[in-house]
């Protein structure tokens, strides 16, 4: 067996995307969208010793600055014992680009219903259930560097779940989607090394929880969000011509389910070695498809940059590969600025 590796909690990614072998179809959740609850938002039950949830916002913040926060607990099965953590990806913050993640024993997490309080570590959680409150901290250092963000919502559109938010997958796996915060105007504090600044602007909130790994189970995911305009975006993942996962849109004054049924590759741009899709169309059920384009390439993170190269080859002689995570500006249709957020799988 492999050597056991130091856990880096956006290692969580890896696992955090995953469905397996399409030998047979996927099953979606049946029902239309519904709104979501504090049993949608609180962490779920464990299905398997590889059973994994992200809790994942997305912020667009004054000056241009790009924002991303993840929450996670991990099960690595009997490769690792399971831990939780936290990671942070900042882009544009005065010309500079920052990552930081952070890990924890299991016993550390907490999920407290009463006040919708997940927290990794006393000086990294979440507060307050959507819509009617909630904020996000995040304080730690490591290696000699200071990271911090403090953010509250306000404005906050209504979270929605497609039916009971669970893909039935083959061979008995199973993976959860719930669209907790569509848009939000958040406003707060970010700083680098001490370097703060008062920021606010746009933030979106996405939930998901699995059984397996993805880097054994995926090729690609999509994700994005509309940061103006009326709120939209969506999740969706794909194995060769398969597709699932889901989006939402506001129509008439109601969010309506994006349900995908196919994924076109329009045209690709290669970035860092990689062949990634720079326009997509996003066929959908019953509604016109969804263009997304590329326009703005600002990060690019490995899941396994952290680690030596020695815990490197044993995560992905395990893991069955290394997720690339692209993250960026877009356009939605060809008008509408976008968040996106692309994972690939490099075997």
């Known amino acids: 067996m492999p050597k056991p590796i130091r856990y880096n909690p956006i290692l969580a990614g890896l696992l955090s995307l995953g469905l ?11 029902g239309s969208l519904r709104p979501d609850g504090l049993a949608d938002f609180a962490p779920h039950n464990a299905y398997s010793k590889t059973h994994n949830e992200l809790w994942t916002y997305q912020f667009w913040l004054n000056n241009g600055v790009q924002v991303q926060l993840n929450l996670s607990r991990a099960n690595f099965g009997s490769f690792k014992d399971p831990v939780c953590g936290a990671d942070l990806a900042v882009t544009g913050f005065r010309g500079r680009n920052a990552f930081v993640a952070r890990e924890y024993p299991l016993k550390r997490f907490s999920w407290t219903p009463a006040t919708a309080r997940l927290e990794v570590h006393p000086n990294i959680y979440v507060e307050g259930l959507p819509p009617r409150a909630h904020k996000v901290f995040f304080s730690t250092v490591k290696d000699e560097k200071a990271y911090f963000l403090e953010l509250t919502f306000e404005n906050m559109t209504p979270g929605v779940v497609w039916g009971d938010g669970v893909f039935k997958l083959p061979e008995d796996q199973k993976m959860g989607l719930y669209f907790h915060i569509p848009k939000a105007r958040v406003s707060g504090r970010l700083a680098l090394d001490g370097d703060t600044i008062v920021v606010k602007g746009f933030g979106w909130m996405d939930h998901t929880w699995q059984t397996q790994f993805a880097t054994k189970l995926i090729d690609i995911s999509y994700r994005y969000t509309a940061f103006t305009g009326r709120p939209e975006g969506g999740y969706f993942f794909q194995r060769g011509n398969n597709v699932f996962g889901y989006g939402i849109r506001e129509d008439k004054g109601r969010m309506a389910l994006l349900s995908p049924i196919g994924v076109s590759v329009v045209s690709r741009a290669a970035w860092g070695g990689v062949s990634l899709p720079k326009q997509i169309d996003i066929a959908l059920d019953g509604k016109p498809a969804v263009t997304l384009l590329r326009t703005e390439d600002r990060q690019r993170t490995s899941f396994m940059q ?17 997720l690339v995570g692209f993250r960026g500006i877009g356009q939605v249709d060809g008008t509408q600025p976008a968040i996106y957020s692309f994972t690939v799988v490099k075997k």
């Open 20 to 30: 397996v072998s399409f030998a047979a179809a996927q099953i979606s959740p049946t």
């Open 306 to 322: 952290e680690l030596s190269s020695l815990e490197r080859f044993g995560a992905k002689v395990f893991l069955g590969g290394e």
